[in-house]
């Protein structure tokens, strides 16, 4: 791939308007204002004069008013007298300039006021036209122009015409009226503003030969306490492996359609070879394996498949490479999410930026493997692995003890870490999104306190076997807080958050200052979702503002999406400040506009003084038909946090899900998504899905950006190819200070 030029574009002047304008949220960056009007040229004339004409709109004006004839009079001499408007002596009007107030385009000065009447006694000089004001900027896509010029000073008005003639049957007239008065200069046209005139301060672009990558996992024993800890649970290369696999891609194109079947759904997540199921194991030995990775004896690396929704930091609790590489790796929380068959959350450690990872541990199981010693909830007397009835089976319809089913876990996994010194190690919360039907976007987030993390556990230390020591592992044993550690250093304590409203989880942390105080105030942006908000309830809004079926996928989606403002003190209460502008809206119908959002990003504090922010974003429109916003990973800037202006939106994307030409839901014109290329080139493992951008800092001028994506709409179209993650490098146009992004607030 060739080096491409920093993402930015700037669009002046008359083109705006037809080739870089933009009706979306995103006002950023204003085109070159208009230019001012000049100030109009003003007289009055003896007679009666109508009023000038006024300036309507940009550089276009009214005819001048029509001279009346001289009044007509019985007496030698005496005119009409001078009067105003269509009386003789009429001052002429004042008109100023036309104001430009969109496009770009230029902008007229406003016409001269009109010419006075002829009079018997001269008319005052009329005064002159004000300068027109400059232009608005218009609109442009990224970046932008320059205010409007201001306007000129207007022309001096003519003197007054010489005296009438004498009126019909009388004495001569007296002599001449006195010239008027000429005018007054114009006053000078105000600047016109620009749209957003100033451009992002930063801008991405891909240095030569990058392009977005499948993320790998090894497939092997856990980094931690080895194989008492587990190892890697299943990915979607088991279940590529089966022999009754038909399925394959037919095209290479949206939509990336699939054919054939996978009928054994549960291949390679349990053996049913036996007369019972058991749990498919990928421990490789007894401790985690540190031949590197294509060589001989090492563990496999396979795609990062079914993973999705990551968030990927840098943590003090984690100083030292626990695999290879030799210095401080990145922490990453993934989603782990094979369909219809279970969920949990998966820590692991990468020492290469995001591109490879080694497994750490895995907590908050659905349906966990009751009979394994370091399973949660661990029972010598069940026979519950956690595995489908049979290889073709799932568990759509099994419940869990927690009363979810299918996949229906926790997720959308994010973490504070509170100020103050120590709190790396007790000053940690984890947040988690109960999917169960009846919780989910309804009920507060699930925390938990973690106090047990540690150097090879981001999460919690699971390296006991006793019974009960391993409560985290599972949700039910969390939940239940077992005998074994209730009350203990080892207790694991679910709470709920209070203040969040409908979270759909937290979005991105703002950090603090590493000399923050404890009890100081963490502020967060989070993501409110009304589930079928804007077809019931209070919420409801007019059929026109509701999503119509979408054109490729046929879902109809009725969710609301607001992304929403808070703080807190202690991790469990939080005070919500508001709904944030800028980044959705959450009316719109408009292929071009961003609908929802999603509950992940990363901010960028951009200075290094929280006087400027920057977000990596991922959001989504009725073009999807789906809530969740993926269609694409924007970028916005803003300087006080509530505030937002969008730089690269769905049409100027960073990445994008593949190209669709449609009819628009909004005004039923053909429109192409996204107008411009994105700066990532798309590929066919997110053509479908693309969002939960998380990045860490590799140098001042580089981000690791890791994110998620599927293949297909849904992974009931092509089990094979869905919740992969990724991993770019993005090279960023100005040097950042040393440790942005913070993604976790981590000191």
Not at 560 to 586: C, E, H, K, M, Y
């Amino acid at each position: 791939m060739r080096n491409r030029p920093s993402f930015l574009l700037v669009c002046t002047g008359t083109l705006l308007l037809a080739a870089c304008s933009s009706s979306s949220n995103d006002n950023s960056g204003g085109g070159a204002g208009g230019a001012a009007g000049e100030g109009g040229t003003t007289s009055s004339q003896g007679g009666s004069n109508a009023h000038a004409g006024t300036t309507s709109s940009a550089g276009t004006t009214s005819s001048a008013g029509t001279t009346s004839s001289a009044g007509a009079s019985t007496q030698a001499g005496t005119g009409n007298e001078a009067g105003t408007g269509n009386e003789s002596g009429g001052t002429a009007g004042t008109s100023s300039g036309g104001e430009s107030n969109g496009g770009g385009g230029a902008s007229a000065g406003g016409a001269t006021s009109g010419a006075g009447g002829a009079s018997t006694e001269a008319g005052t000089g009329g005064t002159s036209a004000n300068g027109g004001s400059g232009g608005n900027g218009g609109a442009s896509v990224i970046g932008g122009g320059a205010g409007g010029v201001a306007g000129g000073a207007g022309h001096a008005g003519a003197g007054g015409a010489s005296a009438g003639a004498a009126g019909s049957g009388g004495v001569g007239g007296s002599a001449g009226g006195t010239g008027g008065a000429g005018g007054a200069a114009g006053t000078a046209g105000a600047a016109g503003s620009g749209g957003a005139s100033n451009p992002p301060t930063l801008g991405f672009s891909l240095d030569s030969g990058v392009s977005a990558a499948q993320a790998l996992i090894n497939l092997g024993t856990a980094i931690g306490e080895g194989s008492l800890n587990g190892a890697t649970p299943f990915t979607l290369s088991d279940l590529a492996a089966d022999a009754n696999n038909k399925q394959t891609i037919t095209s290479s194109v949206n939509p990336f359609l699939a054919t054939g079947t996978v009928p054994d759904q549960a291949y390679g997540f349990c053996d049913y070879s036996g007369a019972t199921p058991k749990r498919v194991s990928h421990v490789t030995g007894s401790k985690f394996e540190t031949t590197a990775p294509g060589t001989t004896g090492a563990d496999p690396m396979v795609a990062m498949a079914p993973f999705y929704f990551p968030l990927v930091y840098n943590t003090t609790n984690t100083t030292t490479g626990n695999a290879f590489g030799g210095k401080a790796p990145i922490i990453g929380l993934f989603d782990w999410r094979p369909k219809d068959i279970d969920e949990a959350l998966v820590a692991a450690e990468s020492d290469d930026n995001g591109k490879t990872w080694f497994f750490m541990q895995t907590v908050l199981e659905l349906f966990p493997d009751y009979t394994n010693p370091i399973s949660g909830g661990y029972s010598s007397t069940s026979t519950d692995t956690g595995c489908p009835t049979t290889v073709t089976g799932t568990h759509a319809s099994t419940t869990s003890v927690n009363g979810s089913t299918a996949d229906d876990g926790w997720g959308h996994a994010s973490v504070i870490q509170l100020p103050g010194a120590g709190n790396v190690k007790t000053g940690q919360f984890l947040y988690m999104l109960d999917r169960n039907p009846t919780n989910i976007d309804v009920a507060p987030l699930n925390v938990i306190n973690l106090s047990q993390s540690s150097n090879k556990f981001p999460i919690w230390n699971t390296n006991n076997t006793g019974a009960g020591n391993n409560d985290i592992k599972s949700i039910a044993s969390a939940l239940s807080n077992s005998a074994g550690t209730a009350g203990t250093a080892q207790a694991v304590v679910v709470q709920k958050t209070s203040g969040l409203l409908n979270p759909d989880g937290i979005m991105a942390v703002f950090p603090t200052a590493a000399t923050a105080a404890a009890n100081s105030a963490v502020t967060v942006l989070y993501v409110q979702k009304i589930l079928n908000g804007d077809n019931t309830g209070s919420t409801a809004m007019p059929t026109a503002q509701q999503c119509a079926k979408a054109p490729f996928s046929g879902k109809t989606n009725h969710d609301i999406s607001n992304v929403r403002l808070a703080t807190t003190t202690d991790g469990i209460n939080f005070t919500d400040l508001g709904v944030v502008s800028g980044l959705n809206d959450p009316t719109t119908v408009d292929y071009n506009q961003t609908r929802w959002v999603s509950p992940r990003a990363t901010l960028l504090d951009i200075n290094g003084d929280g006087s400027r922010w920057g977000l990596l974003f991922s959001g989504g429109n009725c073009l999807d038909g789906d809530s969740d916003a993926f269609h694409f990973i924007g970028y916005a800037e803003s300087t006080d946090k509530m505030h937002w202006t969008v730089y690269n939106d769905i049409n100027t994307p960073i990445a994008s899900i593949n190209t669709i030409t449609t009819t628009n839901q909004a005004g039923g014109g053909s429109v192409t998504i996204p107008a411009h290329p994105a700066l990532i080139a798309t590929q066919s493992w997110f053509a479908q899905r693309l969002y939960a951008p998380t990045a860490t800092q590799i140098d001042s001028t580089h981000l690791s950006m890791t994110f998620a994506g599927y293949g297909v709409q849904t992974p009931a179209n092509d089990l094979l190819n869905y919740r992969q993650i990724g991993n770019v490098v993005l090279t960023v146009s100005k040097a950042l200070p040393a440790g942005v992004p913070n993604n976790i607030n981590t000191h």
